[in-house]
């Protein structure tokens, strides 16, 4: 196991600065902490209280009686120093740092104060300029963000604090299930490859997220990156693409956004997966995160749409995937229910009639049929049929198959009942979306996946031979 182990599974957190006022960051944190479930120890540290939140207080991290493998620090940056001095006395083994004043704001000198001071207790640091980190499996959530995580497979690393807070309330609210959130900030110590290099072996993660603005060292983001790739994917939102968005970049947390080119590259030969934006990168994630992938690239489309059909192709041709007819055999069982007008080439619509039944039976018959090997199922909302019953077809049909054996991704377009439809189907964990673009572009990020799998082991092999 890689060396940040006891950051995410640790037998004792501490809290200094937790606060006695709610509302306060080292309060929350402390409430999040708590209310999670974590189930180690948890010591406050302010040598103002007795107690807090019905927990023991401690006036300071030496006068804690056991251990701490981590601590949380949330008091201002002038004695952010000195309390490190004295976690590394204690033998606290990471330190999250959650105050900013350092070196986003040109504060260099306190920053490498701290990373001196840590690297000779042989302590390493999370942040500083950051909201914390969640890991499920350990029921951590020591972040002053929304509390009810979902637990799940999808690790969420990110260099923004606002916008990771505001994306773990979206998670939440789009019900997909997280296995670590961690805020990077500054990265004076931690940086993704270390994060990677934790979360590749980490059986709780499917898929790794980062939102990154600039990468410390380049050359080990690659190698690492690229290893991971073999076990599962990596998915990169990379702000700071344009000039003018490197520039912010630069005054947000001090990174260097760095040559757009050169990244673009580097994430080419790592394997990596680029999402242009944030909705991309969760629509991607959702996916890995609950589908096999596929054997082959047998990919079939259902709709009662033609509309969606043709523009789940074009999205899919874009992404260089073309469509092949239906394997005869299924084209055979579908043709039995469906109306003699509906189309059984690929997308097979099943027209404007298609009912709850017709998708039972054509998913069922797709899901079951050994020459296709992927599934994109479009559903435009008619008044002949209900979203959720359709919905409920879908879920009904996979289960009746024998689960989620091979990739399938849903999209159900209309209004509120889709909405609702949607909510079922991401309930049941099959991937589903407001649109046939996002649905299709979540199934080429599959196919991608594997392409940029491929290559990178051919690479490595090579390598290996030189
Ligand atoms: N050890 C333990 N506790 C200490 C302490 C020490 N050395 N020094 C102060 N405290 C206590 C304080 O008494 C206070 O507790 P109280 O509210 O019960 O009195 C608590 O720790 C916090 O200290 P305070 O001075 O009130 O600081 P603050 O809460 O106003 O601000 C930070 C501290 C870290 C939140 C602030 O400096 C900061 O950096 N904010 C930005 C954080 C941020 O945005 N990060 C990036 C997010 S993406």
């Given at each position: ?322 469509l092949n007819p239906p394997p005869e055999s299924l084209a055979n069982e579908i043709r039995k229910f469906v109306p003699p007008f509906a189309s059984l ?80 189907l991401t309930q049941n964990k099959i991937p589903a979306y407001p649109t046939p673009e996002r649905a299709a572009s979540a199934m080429a990020a599959i ?20």
């Amino acid at each position: 196991m890689s060396e940040l182990r006891d950051l995410f599974n640790p037998r004792s957190i501490a809290v200094v600065g937790a606060s006695r006022t709610p509302g306060k960051i080292g309060y929350e944190v402390l409430r999040n902490l708590i209310e999670y479930g974590y189930e180690g120890a948890i010591y406050p540290v302010n040598p103002k209280a007795n107690e807090i939140l019905g927990v023991k207080c401690y006036p300071s991290l030496l006068a804690i009686p056991g251990e701490v493998d981590v601590a949380i620090i949330s008091i201002p940056a002038k004695f952010v120093p000195e309390v490190l001095e004295e976690a590394g006395k204690k033998g606290v083994k990471h330190v999250v740092i959650i105050t900013s004043g350092f070196k986003e704001i040109g504060n260099v000198e306190l920053e490498n104060k701290i990373v001196e001071i840590a690297k000779r207790y042989g302590m390493r640091i999370l942040g500083p300029n950051i909201f914390g980190y969640v890991y499920t499996p350990a029921k951590i959530n020591a972040t002053f963000g929304p509390r009810d995580v979902i637990p799940g497979g999808i690790a969420f690393i990110t260099q923004s604090g606002a916008l990771g807070i505001a994306l773990m309330g979206m998670t939440i609210l789009k019900g997909m299930g997280i296995s670590a959130i961690v805020s990077v900030g500054n990265k004076a110590d931690i940086e993704d490859a270390d994060l990677l290099e934790f979360f590749e072996k980490d059986d709780n993660t499917k898929v790794v997220l980062i939102y990154m603005e600039g990468v410390v060292n380049g050359r080990r983001f690659v190698k690492v990156a690229a290893k991971t790739t073999l076990r599962k994917p990596v998915i990169v939102i990379k702000s700071g693409r344009t000039e003018a968005g490197a520039k912010a970049a630069a005054s947000h947390t001090g990174a260097l956004a760095g040559n757009v080119a050169i990244y673009m590259t580097a994430f080419q030969q790592s394997g990596v997966l680029v999402a242009k934006t944030v909705e991309e990168a969760f629509d991607w994630a959702k996916a890995f995160s609950w589908l096999p992938l596929p054997k082959g690239d047998r990919l079939v489309v259902i709709t009662n749409g033609g509309g969606a059909g043709v523009q789940t192709t074009d999205t899919l041709a874009e992404n260089g995937i073309l469509l092949n007819p239906p394997p005869e055999s299924l084209a055979n069982e579908i043709r039995k229910f469906v109306p003699p007008f509906a189309s059984l080439a690929n997308p097979i619509d099943m027209t404007g009639m298609a009912t709850e039944d017709m998708y039972y039976k054509a998913v069922r018959a797709a899901m079951e049929n050994p020459e296709v090997d992927s599934i994109i199922i479009l559903y435009c909302h008619t008044v002949i049929t209900d979203p959720v019953g359709v919905a409920s077809a879908i879920i009904r049909a996979s289960k009746d198959a024998g689960g989620v054996t091979k990739p399938v991704v849903v999209s159900i377009i209309g209004g509120r009942e889709a909405a609702d439809a949607i909510k079922m189907l991401t309930q049941n964990k099959i991937p589903a979306y407001p649109t046939p673009e996002r649905a299709a572009s979540a199934m080429a990020a599959i196919y991608k996946y594997i392409k940029l799998r491929e290559q990178v082991k051919l690479r490595l092999q090579q390598l290996e031979k030189l």
